[in-house]
C-alpha cells in the first residue's frame, strides 16, 4: 500500500465520525489503535491535529489543513492508481486462496469487495477447510495463498503476516455475563457451552482450557460448524468458546458480544497468512495479498 495509507485511514475515519469509538467500529479494530496511530503522527509533526473532548472530537487548525491535504491526496492517488493499472494490465485473471471459516465470512470477504471495486475483472476461487487442510492445499499449489490457524512450519511455506486471536465467552447481546469487561471460566460454568467438535483445531484450544477447569462445565452442542455455533449461541442456548476472529461480523452487527477470558495461561490461535515458498504470483493475487496484508494487524 502507499505510505501512510492507515494513518490516512484511521485520520480520516476519525475526523468523519467525531470519535475514536465509531472509528474504530467502522474500521473494525480497537479505539485504542486509532488513537495510538493518530498520536504517533502528532507526535512526529508536534502539533494536535484534534481536540479531544468529552462529547467527542474536534479537527484543531492544524488537523484541517492535513484534513484538505489528505482529500486531495487520496484523490490523486487513485487517479495515479488507475494509470498505473492500466500499465501494469491487473485487468482480468483469477485469484484462488484457501481460508478457515472463521476468516471467511469478514475478513476475506470485505478484502475481496475492496479489491473488486478497483479491479471489477478479476474473479474469484474461495476454499473454505479446516486449518490443516490450508496449509496442505497452499503447499501443493492449489491456491495462490492461504488464511490458516497455527500452521506447522515447514521449509515450504512462507508466512507472511499473522495476527494472535485469544478464546473468550461469545454471549447472545442478553446474556448476564454481558455486562462484565472480561469473566473467568467459572463464572461460565452456571450455563451450558457450545464448542466446537473435534474435527476443528480451535478444539484442541479449548480442551486444553477445559483440562484447567476447577468443575467440568456442561457441553449442550460441539459442532464443526462455527455459522451453527454463532447462532446457537445467538439465539440462547449457551455461552460459546469462540476467538473474536470467529465471530466478528455478528460483534460489529450487535448481534453477539464478546467477552475476553481473565483466566492466566489462555493459548492464544495464531491466524496466519501463508503461500508456498515456490508459488510465483500474478499480478492480480500479489495485489489482493497486499490488501490482506496491510488489513491483518489490524484487524
Known sequence: MWAFSRFVRYFDAAARHGSMRKAGEVLHISSSSVDRQILHIEEEIGVPLFERQSQGLRLTAAGEQVLHALRKWQNEMQSLQSRIEDLKGIRRGTVALATIEGAASEFVASAIL????????????VQVYGAQQVTETVLRGDVDFGLTIN???????????????RIGAVLAPDHPLV???????SDCMPYKLVIADTSLDLRVIVNQILARASAQPEVI?????ILLMKELVRRGLGVGLLT??????EISAGELVYVPL????????????????????????????EILQDRLPSW
Open 114 to 125: 475492496e479489491f473488486h471495486q478497483r479491479y471489477p475483472g478479476v474473479t474469484f476461487e
Open 151 to 165: 500452521p506447522r512450519l515447514s521449509p515450504g511455506l512462507r508466512i507472511l503476516e499473522r495476527r494472535d486471536f
Open 179 to 185: 455486562a462484565q469487561s472480561s469473566i473467568r471460566l
Open 221 to 225: 452442542a460441539s459442532s464443526n460448524s
Open 244 to 249: 473474536k476472529m470467529d465471530a466478528g461480523k
Open 262 to 289: 481473565a483466566d492466566r495461561h489462555i493459548p492464544s490461535s495464531v491466524l496466519s497468512l501463508c503461500m508456498s515458498a515456490e508459488r510465483q504470483l500474478s499480478l492480480p493475487a500479489a495485489a489482493l495479498l
